[in-house]
Protein backbone atom coordinates (compact mmCIF):
# COMPACT_ATOMS: atom_id res chain seq x y z
CA UNK A 1 0.00 0.00 0.00
CA UNK A 2 0.84 3.15 -0.69
CA UNK A 3 -0.08 6.55 1.19
CA UNK A 4 0.88 10.28 1.15
CA UNK A 5 2.97 11.55 3.54
CA UNK A 6 0.04 14.06 4.80
CA UNK A 7 -2.14 11.24 5.39
CA UNK A 8 0.12 9.07 7.34
CA UNK A 9 0.65 12.19 9.69
CA UNK A 10 -2.54 12.44 10.12
CA UNK A 11 -3.69 9.21 10.99
CA UNK A 12 -0.13 7.58 12.33
CA UNK A 13 -2.30 5.12 14.71
CA UNK A 14 -4.35 3.72 11.91
CA UNK A 15 -0.88 2.98 9.76
CA UNK A 16 0.90 1.66 12.67
CA UNK A 17 -2.29 -0.77 12.85
CA UNK A 18 -2.11 -2.04 9.74
CA UNK A 19 1.92 -2.19 9.86
CA UNK A 20 1.41 -4.94 12.80
CA UNK A 21 -1.43 -6.79 10.88
CA UNK A 22 1.40 -7.24 7.92
CA UNK A 23 0.56 -4.35 5.61
CA UNK A 24 3.72 -2.79 4.19
CA UNK A 25 2.63 1.05 4.03
CA UNK A 26 5.36 2.82 1.34
CA UNK A 27 5.11 6.49 2.32
CA UNK A 28 5.38 8.82 -0.36
CA UNK A 29 6.78 13.07 0.16
CA UNK A 30 5.50 15.03 -2.68
CA UNK A 31 4.68 11.71 -4.73
CA UNK A 32 8.05 9.78 -4.58
CA UNK A 33 8.74 7.11 -2.52
CA UNK A 34 10.71 7.83 0.33
CA UNK A 35 10.29 5.67 3.68
CA UNK A 36 8.61 2.35 4.25
CA UNK A 37 6.54 1.59 7.63
CA UNK A 38 6.66 -2.32 8.63
CA UNK A 39 5.65 -4.34 11.62
CA UNK A 40 8.71 -5.24 13.73
CA UNK A 41 8.28 -8.92 13.05
CA UNK A 42 8.68 -7.99 9.47
CA UNK A 43 11.61 -5.66 10.24
CA UNK A 44 13.16 -8.40 12.45
CA UNK A 45 12.35 -11.57 9.88
CA UNK A 46 14.14 -9.21 6.83
CA UNK A 47 16.79 -8.15 9.09
CA UNK A 48 17.55 -12.22 9.95
CA UNK A 49 17.40 -13.34 5.88
CA UNK A 50 19.66 -10.52 5.25
CA UNK A 51 22.02 -11.13 7.69
CA UNK A 52 22.02 -15.17 7.31
CA UNK A 53 22.18 -13.99 3.40
CA UNK A 54 25.34 -11.68 2.99
CA UNK A 55 27.34 -13.59 6.51
CA UNK A 56 30.09 -15.54 4.80
CA UNK A 57 30.54 -19.07 6.05
CA UNK A 58 34.14 -19.58 8.08
CA UNK A 59 35.72 -21.66 5.09
CA UNK A 60 34.95 -17.80 2.79
CA UNK A 61 36.54 -15.90 5.57
CA UNK A 62 39.33 -18.35 5.73
CA UNK A 63 39.47 -18.19 1.61
CA UNK A 64 39.45 -14.82 1.49
CA UNK A 65 42.14 -14.26 4.53
CA UNK A 66 44.44 -17.00 1.81
CA UNK A 67 43.85 -14.49 -0.75
CA UNK A 68 44.50 -11.33 0.82
CA UNK A 69 47.81 -12.94 3.26
CA UNK A 70 48.61 -15.62 1.24
CA UNK A 71 48.51 -18.11 4.13
CA UNK A 72 50.71 -19.48 6.88
CA UNK A 73 53.90 -20.43 6.19
CA UNK A 74 55.26 -23.96 7.09
CA UNK A 75 57.44 -22.69 10.08
CA UNK A 76 54.36 -20.34 10.76
CA UNK A 77 51.79 -22.88 10.98
CA UNK A 78 54.22 -25.40 13.09
CA UNK A 79 55.31 -22.13 15.79
CA UNK A 80 51.31 -22.00 15.91
CA UNK A 81 50.67 -25.67 16.55
CA UNK A 82 53.42 -25.85 19.05
CA UNK A 83 51.64 -22.87 20.90
CA UNK A 84 48.90 -24.59 20.77
CA UNK A 85 50.26 -28.23 22.23
CA UNK A 86 51.85 -25.84 25.24
CA UNK A 87 48.66 -23.99 26.36
CA UNK A 88 46.62 -27.25 26.35
CA UNK A 89 49.45 -28.78 28.45
CA UNK A 90 49.70 -25.80 30.56
CA UNK A 91 45.74 -25.97 31.09
CA UNK A 92 46.08 -29.66 31.67
CA UNK A 93 48.31 -29.31 34.30
CA UNK A 94 47.06 -26.30 36.10
CA UNK A 95 45.78 -26.72 39.87
CA UNK A 96 42.32 -25.65 40.47
CA UNK A 97 41.15 -25.12 44.15
CA UNK A 98 39.05 -27.48 45.61
CA UNK A 99 36.33 -24.53 46.22
CA UNK A 100 35.12 -21.65 44.00
CA UNK A 101 36.92 -18.46 45.66
CA UNK A 102 33.87 -16.32 44.33
CA UNK A 103 31.23 -18.37 45.99
Known amino acids: MTA ?4 VKSRFSEYVTMAEDGEVIEV ?3 GVPTVVIVSRRAWDEANEDYTRRHRPSFME ?3 KWREETGGLT ?5 EFCDLLERLHEEEKNEVWPEKNPWE
Open 4 to 7: PLYD
Open 28 to 30: TKH
Open 61 to 63: SLR
Open 74 to 78: QEDAE
